[in-house]
């Protein structure tokens, strides 16, 4: 990534964080998981920085104890703009910088686990091309979208407790699969990826009252990357009449870095416009289009990785405070660390579709790893995605990667 101007006396080389992001995570470095900033290649320890008393009157000690992101999730906007505004005094001036040197780690030393503990998992469909492509192939002689689409961000909740982070090993789900000997519980053979945004929400809202397109923004903590695996032939069987199920809870996979909203500002754009006109209550002002590319990536065995997509969030038709308000319009309440995700984002040229099951038409075209033909995901494939968001003045602040491998 490229950096802004370094004003910290933290080194910062290229493709490093600079202050201007200062993402959140989890690591570990053999015993007890702490929560970090990142900066450079260091992380601040803010388990050990908060105990030296060095957010004293920012935010209780607790909070950057707790070795998650859910207490600081817990809080308002205003408490998290303070531990960021504090994070950019320490690691800016100079007189604090005997008390801050021995509380970096490096990254290289550390081990990442997931930043927070998820609470619900919603995935929504927020992709008009990808809603297109996918439409085309199941419908090829009707419309490819549902006469809801265009109207209301269409979504399903998954299983929060199957969302990993960043280089866990993703296990072939099984589920019930009609084959030619007839219907049978074997393993998925049209495994697939989803690339995905992700919006870490917290700051609470109360039960039975919706919350708005307009204040939807208070409740958005940061963005990870996010891979939304997805078993097809599971999928394929199970959804109608309620939608996915076991082809999509069997594994999320999560970037071990959240990037906080106030990191991205500058990479919001105006959305694309969207006909008919929302109803009231989704309505949003606001650059609420994020310039966010996304790039994934196939590695199998020894040969060289195989670029699968280039795609980019600006594209998409459902913005973030349009899916909370719609998600919350029943009066259903936001819970510290409630994960929505956009669904799976596409463009509108092959080079930039964000699953296998348009890159290959539903399993009807072949791509080719290793010398090898294949339509979906094999044993010992690693997909990896990244992702950056691209500010006006020129820089960019990275997400990190999604990793896993399919074992």
Same mark, same amino acid.
Do not use: C
């Given at each position: 990534?490229?950096?802004s101007?370094?004003?910290?006396?933290?080194?910062?080389?290229?493709?490093?964080?600079?202050?201007?992001?200062?993402?959140? @995570?989890?690591?570990?470095?053999?015993?007890?998981r702490?929560?970090?900033?990142?900066?450079?290649?260091?992380?601040?320890d803010?388990?050990?920085?908060?105990?030296?008393?060095?957010?004293?009157?920012?935010v209780h000690?607790?909070?950057?104890m707790?070795?998650?992101?859910?207490?600081?999730?817990?809080? %308002?906007?205003?408490?998290?703009?303070?531990?960021?505004?504090?994070?950019?005094?320490?690691?800016?001036?100079?007189?604090?910088?005997?008390?801050?040197?021995?509380?970096?780690?490096?990254?290289?030393?550390?081990?990442?686990?997931l930043?927070?503990?998820?609470?619900?998992?919603?995935?929504?469909?927020?992709?008009?091309?990808?809603?297109?492509?996918?439409?085309?192939?199941?419908?090829?002689?009707?419309?490819?979208?549902?006469?809801?689409w265009?109207?209301?961000?269409?979504?399903?909740?998954?299983?929060?407790g199957?969302?990993? #982070?960043?280089?866990?090993?993703?296990?072939?789900?099984?589920?019930?699969?009609?084959?030619?000997?007839?219907?049978r519980?074997?393993?998925?053979?049209?495994?697939?990826?989803?690339v995905?945004?992700?919006? #870490?929400?917290?700051?609470?809202?109360e039960?039975?009252?919706p919350?708005?397109?307009t204040?939807?923004?208070?409740?958005?903590?940061?963005?990870?990357? #996010?891979?939304?695996?997805s078993?097809?032939?599971?999928?394929?069987?199970?959804?109608?009449?309620l939608?996915?199920?076991?082809?999509?809870?069997?594994?999320?996979?999560?970037?071990?870095?959240?990037?906080?909203?106030?990191?991205?500002? @500058?990479?919001?754009?105006?959305?694309?416009?969207?006909?008919?006109?929302?109803?009231?209550?989704?309505?949003?002002?606001?650059?609420?289009? !994020?310039d966010? %590319?996304?790039?994934?990536?196939?590695?199998?065995?020894?040969?060289?990785? !195989?670029?699968?997509?280039?795609?980019?969030?600006?594209?998409?038709?459902?913005?973030a405070?349009?899916q909370?308000?719609?998600?919350?319009?029943n009066? %259903?309440?936001?819970?510290? @660390?409630?994960?929505?995700?956009?669904?799976?984002?596409? @463009?509108?040229?092959?080079?930039?579709?964000?699953?296998?099951?348009?890159?290959?038409?539903n399993?009807?075209?072949?791509?080719v790893?290793?010398g090898?033909?294949?339509?979906?995901?094999?044993?010992?494939?690693?997909?990896?995605?990244?992702a950056?968001?691209?500010?006006?003045?020129g820089?960019?602040?990275?997400?990190?990667?999604?990793?896993?491998?399919?074992?």
């Open positions: 990534m490229r950096n101007v370094n004003a910290t006396w933290v080194e910062v080389g290229p493709g490093e964080w600079s202050i201007g992001d200062l993402p959140y @995570g989890v690591f570990s470095t053999g015993g007890n702490h929560l970090g900033a990142a900066i450079g290649r260091w992380v601040l803010l388990h050990r920085a908060a105990n030296v008393g060095l957010f004293r009157g920012v000690p607790d909070v950057l707790a070795g998650s992101l859910n207490p600081l999730l817990s809080l %308002t906007p205003r408490h998290w703009d303070r531990v960021r505004e504090r994070l950019n005094e320490i690691l800016t001036d100079e007189a604090f910088r005997p008390r801050v040197t021995p509380l970096l780690v490096e990254l290289e030393d550390i081990q990442l686990h930043p927070w503990q998820v609470a619900d998992f919603v995935d929504f469909y927020s992709s008009l091309q990808h809603a297109e492509h996918v439409g085309r192939l199941f419908r090829p002689d009707g419309d490819p979208l549902m006469p809801n265009r109207h209301i961000p269409v979504g399903y909740h998954g299983r929060s199957t969302v990993v #982070v960043s280089g866990s090993e993703i296990k072939r789900p099984l589920g019930m699969i009609p084959t030619p000997e007839g219907l519980y074997v393993p998925s053979q049209r495994l697939d990826i989803e995905e945004l992700g919006f #870490v929400l917290g700051n609470p809202s039960p039975g009252f919350v708005s397109a204040d939807a923004a208070s409740h958005v903590f940061g963005v990870v990357a #996010v891979n939304d695996w078993a097809r032939d599971i999928q394929a069987f199970e959804y109608q009449p939608g996915p199920f076991l082809g999509k809870s069997f594994a999320t996979s999560v970037s071990a870095w959240v990037l906080p909203m106030a990191a991205i500002d @500058g990479a919001r754009r105006t959305p694309p416009p969207q006909s008919p006109p929302p109803p009231a209550h989704l309505a949003v002002a606001g650059h609420w289009g !994020l966010i %590319t996304l790039d994934a990536w196939l590695r199998r065995e020894a040969s060289p990785p !195989l670029r699968l997509s280039t795609t980019n969030a600006r594209t998409l038709y459902w913005t405070p349009q909370i308000a719609h998600l919350t319009s009066g %259903t309440p936001i819970r510290p @660390g409630d994960l929505i995700a956009t669904g799976t984002i596409s @463009g509108d040229e092959p080079s930039s579709y964000g699953s296998l099951l348009e890159i290959t038409e399993g009807s075209r072949s791509i790893v290793g090898r033909e294949s339509t979906y995901l094999e044993d010992g494939d690693e997909i990896v995605i990244t950056a968001a691209d500010r006006r003045d820089t960019s602040a990275s997400l990190g990667e999604v990793r896993g491998r399919i074992v």
